[in-house]
């Protein structure tokens, strides 16, 4: 049987991981090659820690309940500023992205339009991968579902000299390769818009609870690039997420993620639910999925104690994912050792 390029690597990559060799190792080209604080595992991680930036503003919604896109865009250029330690909007998003890159933003759409990425969101994201140089025919906006898409409120857009917008179902074929691929214990066939048309991924979550992994934002949210997610949702779903996490589709060309908490949810997801949501008003942003996932589960488990829920451990739906991916060398999941900057 042939082996494809990309699982060659990834088998080499876990070859080197089971020879204790350094979690940077691991993160892949596409990380490595950019002046950010991401290095994980080893002694080293104390010196250097992962960056978690927490933009808020309590004034994002109008009294009518629409996002002013305008505070939406200020806070996520301020906090890629932050980020990247750099003192420009143009500087942050070229110190992620180049402009030959082409860039997908992978959405989280499966709860409807409320509990989405909001529109504002994404256009500030779309503002800041222009400002790095990159072409709008090089930008796609996907999901798994075209109707997922719409039902969010984004128009399906095929053309290909402007910004692109649909769903893996959109491709033919139905979208997903035909060879499966290894991550662990995960074998599936990954969407052919991560495994073909993108070079880089901005991941855009949304904070909110998922009744069985705990949480689902980061890395949870890459259950959506792949055909068979119902068979990994065992045991919270670890190692599964940590584990789909390490394949170099993901891990090699997820460049930053962009957590949408404008509005939130503590309880009872990942389908919407408004009595469990609240107006958190900010945004979470970073290249950590590690951290950034510990980081969201503790804003979530604040809401819950305020409440007065039981912790997610309580509840027997922990995100134990999040420690074994810190243990695969994906990030930093020890929160003295995340750098949490609030914008």
């Known amino acids: 049987m042939k082996i494809s390029k990309s699982r060659r690597l990834f088998l080499k990559k876990t070859l080197q991981l089971g020879s204790s060799i350094y979690a ?9 090659n950019y002046p950010i604080p991401i290095t994980c595992g080893g002694d080293i991680s104390a010196l250097i820690p992962s960056t978690i930036v927490i933009g808020r503003d309590d004034s994002l919604f109008a009294e009518t309940g629409i ?16 980020l990247t330690n750099t003192p420009s909007q143009e500087k942050a998003w070229r110190t992620l992205f180049k402009p030959n890159d082409v860039v997908g933003l992978k959405l989280n759409c499966l709860s409807g339009k409320t509990m989405s990425p909001h529109i504002a969101v994404v256009e500030s994201v779309i503002q800041g991968l222009k400002l790095a140089g990159v072409k709008d025919k090089n930008i796609i906006i996907f999901e798994r579902f075209n109707r997922e898409l719409e039902t969010a409120g984004f128009r399906i857009r095929r053309a290909t000299e402007g910004i692109r917008c649909f769903g893996t179902d959109e491709l033919p074929g139905g979208g997903y390769e035909a060879e499966p691929q290894l991550a662990g214990s995960v074998g599936t066939c990954f969407s052919k818009i991560v495994s073909r048309l993108c070079t880089a991924i901005v991941n855009v979550p949304v904070l909110k609870d998922h009744d069985l992994a705990g949480i689902s934002v980061a890395m949870k949210n890459f259950f959506g690039v792949i055909h068979n997610p119902n068979k990994y949702h065992g045991n919270n779903c670890n190692p599964f997420v940590a584990e789909l996490n390490t394949h170099p589709y993901i891990a090699d060309k997820v460049r930053l993620i962009v957590c949408d908490a404008l509005l939130a949810q503590y309880h009872g997801g ?74």
């Open 270 to 343: 990942p389908g919407y639910k408004p009595q469990w949501t609240w107006n958190y008003n900010g945004i979470v942003v970073g290249r950590d999925p590690v951290a950034l996932d510990q980081i969201c589960h503790g804003i979530i488990e604040e809401k819950r104690k305020e409440i007065k829920l039981p912790s997610l451990k309580q509840a027997n739906r922990e995100p134990k994912y999040i420690s074994t991916a810190a243990t695969l060398g994906l990030g930093i999941d020890e929160p003295s050792k995340i750098n949490l900057i609030h914008a």
């Open 24 to 32: 940077s190792t691991i993160i892949g080209k596409y990380i490595t």
């Open 67 to 82: 996002v002013k896109e305008t505070l939406v865009s200020r806070l996520i250029h301020k906090a890629v500023m932050q």
